[in-house]
């Protein structure tokens, strides 16, 4: 019984893990999914979730035999004191999803800002279903590194001496499902919430680029990076939602005082007329 109990409890715990650490990789599907046709985006959301958990769940168990290997450094960096490091293949996993997102953010924001009005804009042409569906995945598992090695942590067996005896393994796969469940549900709810109030849509590609901030200085503190004697840290998920936080209040206000301009704009141009 106390076994089911915490079994229970690790089970809850991981469920959250798995909805704190996947809201910005649900936004980053939301987002990345409007690339694809139309009429195809509701499917290539769900089938990239549907793919990306199955791949989620392979690499839970390669994880778990590879944890040690991936954390060895392959690359020293020794460039005469100005830069330094040990680059392990976590370290370099995290840097380049972090690299990838902050260029697909400022594709997207110099897109948007591109285009003056909507009689010159000229419109993209979709990309093919399979190629976002390709990104959804990759992007995915770019995300599930951290979750899955917070999960194995949660999930870790201890024997009475507090020795390691295993994971928790049926735990962790039904996380990841109920995680994946989750996603599939509030995915297409989110994509219509963003296309119809497309102010939040700036936003959140201004959230993505603060999510690829956050990977690249987690990866660069995965590998030890120092820049002229300066260690990098990485930024924690608290300093992450606070900046969040600060974006989502200015936009708020910003919102509040355009309708307010408009408004006495209105004002004047009736006070004017007559």
């Known amino acids: 019984m106390a ?4 079994s229970l409890i690790t089970l809850g715990l ?5 909805a704190v650490l996947g809201f910005d990789n649900l936004l980053y599907i939301s987002l990345e999914s409007q690339r694809a046709p139309e009429a195809d985006q509701s499917r290539v959301r769900k089938l990239g979730i549907t793919i990306a958990v199955g791949l989620r769940i ?4 390669i994880l ?9 450094p392959f690359l020293e960096l020794a460039e005469g004191g100005w830069i330094e490091g040990s680059i392990n293949f976590h370290s370099l996993i995290v840097l380049f999803g972090g690299a990838f997102i902050l260029y697909t953010a400022t594709k997207e924001i110099a897109h948007m800002m591109s285009l003056e009005d909507e009689e010159n804009a000229v419109d993209r042409k979709p990309s093919s279903s399979k190629k976002v569906i390709g990104l959804i995945v990759f992007m995915n598992v770019i995300f599930s590194f951290d979750s899955i090695l917070s999960a194995m942590a949660l999930a870790s067996k201890k024997g009475a001496d507090g020795s390691h005896e295993g994971y928790q393994l049926g735990v962790m796969i039904t996380a990841i499902l109920i995680g994946g469940a989750i996603m599939v549900l ?6 219509e919430f963003l296309r119809r109030n497309r102010m ?9 680029f603060v999510v690829g901030i956050m990977l690249l200085t987690e990866g660069a503190h995965l590998a ?3 820049i002229f004697g300066n260690e990098i840290h990485a930024m924690t998920k ?14 708020i206000v910003q919102g509040r005082y355009h309708k307010k301009l408009s408004a006495e704009k209105l004002r004047k141009e009736k006070n004017f007329n007559s």
């Open 200 to 208: 939040y849509e700036v936003l959140g590609l201004f959230v993505l």
């Open 3 to 6: 076994e089911l109990l915490n």
């Open 64 to 72: 778990i035999h590879l944890v040690e290997l991936l954390q060895d």
């Open 186 to 191: 509030l995915a297409d709810r989110v994509t």
């Open 238 to 251: 608290t300093t992450f939602y606070f900046v969040i936080g600060v974006l989502l209040l200015t936009d």
């Open 14 to 18: 991981l469920v959250l893990l798995q």
């Open 224 to 226: 030890h990076l120092t």
């Open 58 to 61: 392979f690499l839970l168990f």
